[in-house]
C-alpha cells in the first residue's frame, strides 16, 4: 500500500475534506489541483468535484462504499444527482446526524455506526451501502467513524481501541485491521487519512511511524 503526504492550504486533515472509494475520490470544487491530482494518482480513483450543502468539507459531511454514498439532509438535489451520474447510490440521513462522515464508517463488506442511530437511519445505512450494520462506541465514543477508516484491505481505528473493540470493527468490515493515528497523535483517524484499498493519502503532520502503523493497519 503507498503512503502519500497531503495538506489542503496547509491544513493537514485532509480527510475534512476528501472521500475515496476503490474507483471514486470525491473532492470540493475549491480543493487545489495539485492535492486533487496526487491523491487521484495515488488511490488510482477517477476525481469528482462538488460541494455538500454549498460546504467544502467533504470528506466530514459523506460515507461512502463503492455501492453508495450517504449525504445529510441539507444536501441540494443536484449534489445528489452528481454523485447518483458517477454510479452510486444516495440517500441522506436526519440533521443530528448530519457529519455522516463522524457516525459511518465502511467499506463493501460492511459498516459500523453511531450507536444513537435508530433502527431507521440503520437501515438507510444498509440499504444506501449493500451491506449490514453493527452499532457499536468504540473507545468509548459514539462517533465511530471519526475514530476508524475502513477500505476493502483493512481498517484502522484509535490506539484507545481496545480488544474487544477491535473483534467487533473485524466483523462488522469483514477485514482484519489495526490500532493508529495521524498528524502527530490525533485519534480521530478519518480526519487525517483519506484511503483505499490501493493507497493512504495522509496529512502532512503524519510521522514515519505513524505512517507505518496506517500501511500496517490497511494493507
Same mark, same amino acid.
Given at each position: 500500500?503507498?503512503?502519500?503526504?497531503?495538506?489542503?492550504?496547509?491544513?493537514?486533515?485532509?480527510?475534512?475534506?476528501?472521500?475515496?472509494?476503490?474507483?471514486?475520490?470525491?473532492?470540493?470544487?475549491?480543493?487545489?489541483?495539485?492535492?486533487?491530482?496526487?491523491?487521484?494518482?495515488?488511490?488510482?480513483?477517477?476525481?469528482?468535484?462538488?460541494?455538500?450543502?454549498?460546504?467544502?468539507?467533504?470528506?466530514?459531511? %459523506?460515507?461512502?462504499?463503492?455501492?453508495? $454514498?450517504?449525504?445529510?439532509? %441539507?444536501?441540494?438535489?443536484?449534489?445528489?444527482?452528481?454523485?447518483?451520474?458517477?454510479?452510486?447510490?444516495?440517500?441522506?440521513?436526519?440533521?443530528?446526524?448530519?457529519?455522516?462522515?463522524?457516525?459511518?464508517?465502511?467499506?463493501?463488506?460492511?459498516?459500523?455506526?453511531?450507536?444513537?442511530? &435508530?433502527?431507521?437511519?440503520?437501515?438507510?445505512?444498509?440499504? $444506501?451501502?449493500?451491506?449490514?450494520?453493527?452499532?457499536?462506541?468504540?473507545?468509548?465514543?459514539?462517533?465511530?467513524?471519526?475514530?476508524?477508516?475502513?477500505?476493502?484491505?483493512?481498517?484502522? %481505528?484509535?490506539?484507545?481501541?481496545?480488544?474487544?473493540?477491535?473483534?467487533?470493527?473485524?466483523?462488522?468490515?469483514?477485514?482484519? &485491521?489495526?490500532?493508529?493515528?495521524?498528524?502527530?497523535?490525533?485519534?480521530?483517524?478519518?480526519?487525517?487519512?483519506?484511503?483505499?484499498?490501493?493507497?493512504?493519502?495522509? &496529512?502532512?503532520?503524519?510521522?514515519?511511524?505513524?505512517?507505518?502503523?496506517?500501511?500496517?493497519?490497511?494493507?
Amino acid at each position: 500500500m503507498k503512503i502519500v503526504k497531503a495538506d489542503f492550504e496547509k491544513n493537514p486533515f485532509v480527510g475534512l475534506f476528501l472521500r475515496a472509494n476503490d474507483n471514486l475520490l470525491l473532492a470540493p470544487k475549491n480543493a487545489p489541483d495539485k492535492l486533487v491530482e496526487a491523491a487521484s494518482e495515488a488511490l488510482g480513483t477517477e476525481a469528482v468535484r462538488m460541494f455538500v450543502n454549498q460546504s467544502h468539507l467533504i470528506g466530514l459531511y %459523506t460515507a461512502m462504499n463503492s455501492r453508495g $454514498c450517504l449525504l445529510p439532509k %441539507t444536501a441540494e438535489a443536484e449534489e445528489m444527482l452528481l454523485l447518483k451520474k458517477a454510479g452510486l447510490n444516495v440517500c441522506t440521513l436526519p440533521e443530528n446526524f448530519a457529519a455522516v462522515g463522524n457516525n459511518v464508517a465502511a467499506n463493501d463488506k460492511g459498516a459500523v455506526v453511531n450507536p444513537a442511530m &435508530g433502527a431507521k437511519e440503520r437501515r438507510i445505512v444498509a440499504d $444506501c451501502l449493500g451491506v449490514e450494520v453493527v452499532a457499536r462506541r468504540i473507545a468509548g465514543f459514539s462517533t465511530v467513524g471519526a475514530l476508524t477508516v475502513a477500505t476493502n484491505s483493512g481498517f484502522l %481505528t484509535c490506539n484507545e481501541a481496545g480488544e474487544e473493540d477491535l473483534e467487533v470493527l473485524e466483523k462488522g468490515f469483514g477485514v482484519k &485491521g489495526g490500532r493508529g493515528s495521524s498528524n502527530m497523535g490525533t485519534p480521530f483517524n478519518s480526519l487525517g487519512v483519506v484511503a483505499n484499498s490501493r493507497a493512504a493519502v495522509v &496529512g502532512e503532520l503524519t510521522t514515519g511511524f505513524e505512517a507505518g502503523r496506517i500501511h500496517e493497519a490497511l494493507a
